[in-house]
């Protein structure tokens, strides 16, 4: 079936250190995936977002990679800040509606 | 910055007890949308709503469920008869444009618990 994973539930980086986030998908129609930042009780976040004519996409410290041949995605994380602990998602969507992975919790350690 | 908004951040109710959670999308946006989390898992899509009609819903979103926009900024889901496993944050999305792929931002959510 459709399904969105990624590859560690949890991921614990020292403060200035890079981080990398993966993500699996299985649909291989998919076309429009999206990070998406979440800190405890609140709503998802927009990180950034790549279409499949892409491999890379980058923002302010943070990059996505998308890998169409093995159907994978990552977001990496310049000099991780305290600030960026929380549980990030990738997202793909699907005919409008998000398809949401089981996310990895970012702890940042100081 | 414009953002999406959802009252009340917290919600507790009886099980069998009607409840409405209410959210305002962003103002320009066209495609609205409801999600839900159950602690500790995975978003879930439930419906998603363009031109005052659902556009897609998924299996959770059965005869229990309804939303509505009563008027130009509000939209509402309605569970009639809530059961314990309603339990869950709920998350109201907008996205704007004439196409569906267009991102999605969320609202802070409302926690609702089902006693």
């Known amino acids: 079936g459709e399904s969105v994973g990624l590859h560690l539930p949890t991921l614990s980086v020292q403060e200035g250190d890079n981080s990398i986030i993966n993500c699996a998908y299985s649909?291989?129609?998919?076309?429009?995936f999206i990070w998406y930042k979440q800190e405890s009780g609140k709503g998802p976040q927009f990180i950034i977002d790549i279409r499949s004519n892409m491999d890379k996409r980058q923002g302010q410290r943070v990059t996505v990679l998308l890998n169409k041949t093995v159907k994978h995605l990552s977001l990496q994380i310049a000099a991780t800040q305290p600030g960026d602990s929380a549980v990030y998602f990738c997202a793909d969507l699907q005919g409008g509606k998000l398809i949401f992975g089981q996310g990895t919790e970012l702890s940042v350690k100081p | 910055e414009p953002e999406v908004t959802q009252t009340p951040s917290h919600q507790v109710t009886q099980m069998g007890q009607e409840v409405i959670l209410r959210c305002v999308p962003i103002s320009n946006h066209l495609y609205f949308y409801w999600y839900r989390q159950i602690l500790g898992q995975k978003v879930e899509f439930l419906v998603s709503f363009y031109n005052n009609e659902i556009s897609e819903k998924s299996e959770i979103f059965d005869d229990q469920f309804s939303v509505e926009r009563p008027d130009g900024s509000n939209f509402t889901l309605k569970i009639r008869s809530t059961k314990l496993e309603d339990s869950a944050m709920y998350f109201c999305?907008?996205?704007?444009?004439?196409?569906?792929?267009?991102?999605?931002?969320f609202g802070p959510g409302t926690r609702l618990l089902v006693l």
């Open positions: 999305a907008s996205s704007d444009g004439v196409r569906q792929q267009e991102t999605q931002y």
């Open positions: 649909n291989s129609a998919s076309d429009y």
